[in-house]
Each structure stands twice: as C-alpha cells, then as structure tokens.
C-alpha cells in the first residue's frame, strides 16, 4: 500500500518512564529499542512541572485566538524565520494548520540585538516569558535524551555536545488545528489533501513533543499507519534525519503525519533540538552509509520547502553511498 492509503490503526509507540535518570542502564536499553524498532516513543517521568505545562498551553491558545489580522502582522518571511504563518507546505502540499515558530536558542532570544527577533504579540506580554520558562525545561531534557541516545549507540554520552552547547539552531513551534466539523481518526482511508501536517520526517537530531488530549499524530511503521494516543502530561518524542545519519541507520527517522481536527481543535508545541549551523553531520560506525551532510545546507533546503514547492523535499537518502 502506499502512505495515502495504508490503513490507520491503533498500535502504541513505546512509552518509557524516566523517572530513574536518563543514565538509567534500563531506561538507555528502552530507548535503544524504541529508536530501532519506531523512531518514535512516549517519555512519562521527566519532572517538568504540570503547572508550567498548564500556563504555556494556555499561553499558545490566547495567541491562536488573536484576531486574524493582528496574527498576520506578525508572519514570518523568507528575512525573518521567526513569526505566524498559516500556509506552509510539507513535501509541496499546503498544511491545515497555522504555526507560530520561535527562536529556540535561549542565548538569541535573551539578546535584544539578535538578527533575527521573534516578532512578540504587543498585546501579550506575558507570552515571551512563558516561552523562556518553557524553553529552559525543554532544552535541558533534549540535552539529557541526546546523551542518553549517544550511550545507547556506544558512544561517550559528550560526543554531540560541541554541536549542540550554546550555539545550536534549535526552534519551538506552536501548532493550532482548527476544529473542522468532522475527523479521519476513525477513517482506513485518509486523502493526502486533508492532513493537518502531510507525511514527512523531522530534519533534525530529535523532536520534543508537548501535546494536548485530542489524538491526530499517526507514525508509520510496517506500511501501516499507526495512530498515537497521547498520554496525560507525557512528551511525544520521534528522531530526526540527522540521528539517522549519526546512528548509520540503526535509529529511524519514521515518517509520520497528523490528520485535521474534527470537533475539537487541537494544540501542540514541538521542539525541534538541531545542530549548530556549522555542524557537520557524519555516521559515528564505520563503514559509513552517508557522506558527510552539512546541516546549514540540508536544513536551508528543507526549509525552503515550506514557503514554496520547490520539487522534491531534500533528503538523507540523497547522500547515501
């Protein structure tokens, strides 16, 4: 079958309990199996505090319900990276949903001289401290999962750390799916031309997923696809192209999708944890399976993308020896 019509079923992503440390001998074999056999998993233990969850979705739903105008003025251009957006392409097919992508480098976004500032709602000033609080928590668990992620490779739990520390391209994006009267959660045939976000795969290193109670992420697996249900106060978690490369194809980068709302709309923030720009991203085993992949240039490339249907989306597949 192929992805626009393999059916949708219910098979739950691994979910795995952290609460005894990500240096857990028994938590990195968890993680090791979830990230050969799916790419994806469910973290439940992490400590992030549920009052902070409460306040930031909260936070994320007031911008969503900005008059339409006002969120227009704050849209991100092909300049400035950073703002509102309601049209963006996934694999060259517009997406129903609307964005707001922020700076998720807390170093940029504490400097007021920055090139590229996040254009703040004037009328909301509590959003950019919310955000801080929110980034400083999530940064600090993607850290810690990407060392866990460097062991379960046999690799020293350090040896991503000089591409990420201070200076990685990191970026939180807020995901609003409007209600739209009916839902495909249910459906064994899904059309490409109604998915919230289309199917593709993550460009970075990892994706940290805070989410709402209302399903609609699918992941596939075994040319099937596979419907999460998200666990209370849980973070979603799937690799990214790049984690691929670094595990020369031990860990997945799995395709997934999210379908449109029915009744209910529906809220997310990811936080996609990337690489400085300057990184160069090659397989830790020999013999490896890619060539050496610039991220500034793989992540431009994808990121063009969204703006416009530039042809087909770039690749990891495209460096393959």
């Known amino acids: 079958m ?19 440390g990500l240096d857990n001998a028994e938590v990195i074999t968890q993680l090791a199996g979830a990230c050969e056999q799916w790419g994806f998993f469910q973290l439940t233990g992490h400590g992030i ?3 902070l969850r409460r306040d930031f979705f909260a936070a994320m739903a007031n911008f969503f319900a900005l008059p339409s105008e006002e969120k227009n003025r704050l849209s991100r251009n092909q300049d400035n990276f950073w703002g509102y957006f309601d049209k963006e392409l996934t694999k060259n097919k517009q997406d ?3 964005i707001f992508d922020i700076d998720g480098n807390l170093n940029n976004l504490r400097n007021s001289q920055t090139t590229f500032p996040v254009p703040w709602p004037p009328g909301q000033p509590e959003l950019q401290k919310i ?3 929110w980034l400083a928590e999530v940064e600090h668990l993607s850290r810690n999962l990407l060392e866990a992620l460097c062991v379960a490779l046999g690799e020293p739990p350090t040896t991503l750390n000089t591409s990420f520390v201070k200076n990685h391209s990191s970026f939180l994006r807020f995901n609003y799916y409007p209600e739209r009267g009916h839902t495909q959660a249910d459906s064994t045939e899904v059309s490409l031309e109604k998915f919230g976000i289309h199917p593709h795969t993550d460009s970075g290193a990892l ?11 699918q992941v596939r697996k075994d040319d099937s696809w596979h419907t999460v249900i998200p666990e209370k106060d849980s973070f979603i978690i799937n690799l990214g192209d790049m984690m ?6 031990r860990f997945t980068a799995a395709e997934h999708r999210v379908l449109t709302s029915g009744s209910q709309a529906r809220y997310s923030a990811p936080y996609f944890y990337n690489p400085s720009y300057e990184t160069q991203c090659l397989p830790f085993a ?4 890619y060539k050496p992949i610039l ?27």
């Open 2 to 20: 192929t992805s626009s019509t393999a059916p949708s079923t219910i098979l739950q992503v691994p979910s795995i309990d952290i609460s005894q």
């Open 49 to 51: 505090d549920t009052a």
């Open 96 to 98: 129903a949903k609307e």
């Open 131 to 133: 955000v801080s609080r």
């Open 207 to 217: 994706t940290v997923l805070a989410h709402d109670a209302v399903p609609g992420l």
């Open 244 to 249: 691929q490369v670094w595990s020369n194809d």
């Open 286 to 289: 020999s013999p490896p399976r």
């Open 295 to 321: 991220w500034n240039e793989y992540r431009s490339g994808r990121a063009a993308g969204d703006y416009a249907d530039l042809g087909e989306e770039i690749q990891i597949a495209w460096y393959r020896l």
